[in-house]
């Protein structure tokens, strides 16, 4: 099954972020498809580049970015609220791309499940 | 493939299904941006063709009341959108009953036509659904 | 549809708004600080165990060890690993998050 997944909420700040990854592990060990994470709200902060947390807990960006290029997961950024919020090509992680709102619309249409996460 | 290429291919395949989407929102304006950025979303997805509807419970029902004055707040009043969604065939707008009551607010109060509509009822039209997304 | 809660009943309206309008076929999900809903003696207990008549509830198990709460489950709520609340969004034709 396609599962697409909504991201609200940024790192640390809220769970959301942690239970989608840990959603998006467990669907791929199903032999689900994840076709795409779409970032909206503060959960643009997700593909910042800049975080540098303390070492003995999870890095959630860098998790993002792995998780991308071992399974070919789309990670998509919404470029308003990513401009609102100062997250720019030029501080995203690895895997992360900037797109349109039109692109979770698209995800809605394309996948099987889609699942928000979010405060 | 080009991102061009790929959107113009996904774009074509999105655009011959039409799902049910359907758009809750449970929050207030102003204290979060949740009702602002959600309506952008709404806005979006007018262009794509799907069977629109937007449900408005819990504290989402104030995101609709007539007479929002922002001036004093500095932030943009975003509410004149809600009027613009009937020029982007979004028309199905449902507000929840008991919400309105537990208020004190009257559907005389709101900013744009909507169907009113008990828990009962919102309960059936979000099973319907294909696609929920509440923010 | 899959009902998905994760704000405490403390915190927040959405575990009583959720549970208003479930309809015919549902199932919710439980998540995050939600799971003290799912716990024996919280302000919820009444209304999980009023669901559970119609409805299967579930709670999810990393995020009630999380919180210690796992010794605590009220009777009934089927606890989860986050490979079973895969299987509940595979299984219903939609989700809804109550934020």
Redesign the interface.
Known sequence: ?K?GL?V?EGPYNH??AD?AY??A???L??G?EIPRVFF??DGVNNASKLTEPPQDDRNVVNRWSKLAAEKGIDLVVCV??GLRRGLVEDNLAPGFRIS???Q???T???SD??????? | MTQAADTAEHGQDAQSVVKKFMFVNRKAPYGTIYALEGLEVVLISAAFDQDVSLAFLDDGVYQLVKGQQTKALEVKNFSPTYRALEGYDVEKLYVERESLEARGLREDQLLVPVQVVGAAEMAALMDSQDVVIGF | MLHIVNKSPYERNSLASCLAHTAAGAAVILIEDAVYAATRGNSAEAAIRKALESLPVYALAPDLEARGMQGSVIDGVKVVDFGGFVDLVAEHRTSQSWL
Not at chain 1, 113 to 119: A, P, Q
Request: hydrophobic share 50%; proline share 0%; glycine share 12%.
């Open positions: 099954m599962i909504l609200n769970q959301a239970t840990q959603f592990r467990a669907a060990a199903k689900h909206y709200h308003a609220a349109g709102l039109g979770l619309v698209e809605g249409i394309e499940r889609l699942v928000v996460f979010g405060d």
